[in-house]
C-alpha cells in the first residue's frame, strides 16, 4: 500500500521550511500516524569529525519528531557546498538523476502512511542545468504529483513572496493546499496585514500561524491529514 504525501516549499531559503516540517512530522507521530519525511537534494551539509556530510535537515526532523527510519531513507543528494542543488552536483560531479529521486521517494511513501517532503531553496530552484537535462524544482514536484504546501516569513516582504509563489504553483497547474506563516507575531499589526491580504490576494488560506520557538503545531489533525494525497 502507498501511502500519501505533501510537498513543503517556501518563499525562499531559510524562511523555516524545515523547522515547519519538524513540527508537522511530529504532530502526525503523536496523534499514532506513521509520518516520515523525504528531501531530494541537500547542499549545505557539513561534515563530522570523521568527514562525514552531515545532512542537517533531515537529521533535524528526524530528531524533532522522533523519526526511526535511518538517515539515509530521508535524503538522497547530500552536498556540502551551500549553493543552489545544479551547482553542487555540477562542482562534485554528481548530477541529480531524476530516476533515483522517483525510487527513492517511491519508497519513502511505501514505507510511510504520510510522507513530508521538503523542498531545497524556493519553488525556482534549479536541480539541474547540464547538457542533458534542465530540471527544476517545480518540475520534480509535477513529476512526482505531490500537491504543495507554502512555508512562508510573516514579516516584511511575504505578500510579494508568497504571491508570486502562489501564483506560478497555479501557472504550472501544480495544486496549492495552503499556507503556514512562520515566525509570527500575535498582534502585530503588518504580519496580521500580510495574513489577510494573502489570503484575499490568492484565496489560498493559512491553515497555521507559527511563533519563534513554538514546540507544537496549533492546526486541527484531520485538516492536516487532508493536505495529503
Ligand atoms: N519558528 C521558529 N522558531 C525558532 N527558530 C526558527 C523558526 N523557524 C526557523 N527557525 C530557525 O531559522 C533557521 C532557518 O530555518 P530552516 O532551516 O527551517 O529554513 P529552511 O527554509 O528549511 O532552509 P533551507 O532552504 O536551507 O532548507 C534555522 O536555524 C531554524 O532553526
Ligand atoms: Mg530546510
Given at each position: 500500500m502507498m501511502g500519501k504525501a505533501l510537498f513543503i516549499t517556501g518563499?525562499?531559503?531559510?524562511?523555516g521550511k524545515t523547522y515547519v516540517t519538524g513540527l508537522i512530522v511530529r504532530k502526525l507521530r503523536q496523534a499514532g500516524l506513521n509520518g516520515g519525511y523525504y528531501k531530494a537534494a541537500l547542499s549545505g551539509a557539513v561534515p563530522d569529525a570523521n568527514g562525514e556530510l552531515q545532512p542537517g535537515d533531515a537529521l533535524y526532523v528526524k530528531h524533532v519528531a522522533e523519526?526511526?527510519?535511518?538517515?539515509?531513507?530521508?535524503?538522497?543528494y547530500v552536498y556540502p557546498?551551500?549553493?543552489?542543488p545544479h551547482l553542487a552536483a555540477e562542482i562534485n560531479h554528481r548530477p541529480i538523476d531524476f530516476k533515483r529521486v522517483k525510487k527513492d521517494f517511491e519508497r519513502a511513501k511505501s514505507r510511510n502512511d504520510y510522507l513530508t517532503m521538503e523542498g531545497s531553496?524556493?519553488?525556482?530552484?534549479?536541480?539541474r542545468w547540464d547538457n542533458q537535462q534542465h530540471m527544476l524544482l517545480d518540475d520534480l514536484v509535477k513529476r512526482l504529483h505531490l500537491g504543495v504546501l507554502i512555508v512562508a516569513d510573516?514579516?516584511?516582504?511575504t505578500i510579494n513572496g508568497t504571491v508570486l509563489t502562489v501564483e506560478h504553483l497555479r501557472a504550472r497547474e501544480i495544486p496549492v493546499r495552503g499556507i503556514i506563516f512562520n515566525k509570527y507575531i500575535p498582534g502585530d499589526i503588518m504580519q496580521d496585514d500580510n495574513a489577510s491580504m494573502i489570503e484575499e490576494m490568492t484565496?489560498?488560506?493559512?491553515l497555521a500561524y507559527v511563533k519563534k520557538?513554538?514546540?507544537?503545531?496549533?492546526?486541527?489533525i484531520d485538516m492536516l491529514k487532508n493536505l495529503y494525497a
Open positions: 518563499t525562499g531559503t531559510d524562511v523519526i526511526e527510519e535511518p538517515i539515509r531513507n530521508l535524503v538522497t557546498e551551500a549553493v543552489s531553496g524556493g519553488i525556482i530552484c534549479p536541480l510573516a514579516g516584511l516582504g484565496g489560498v488560506k493559512i520557538g513554538d514546540t507544537e503545531l496549533d492546526i486541527d
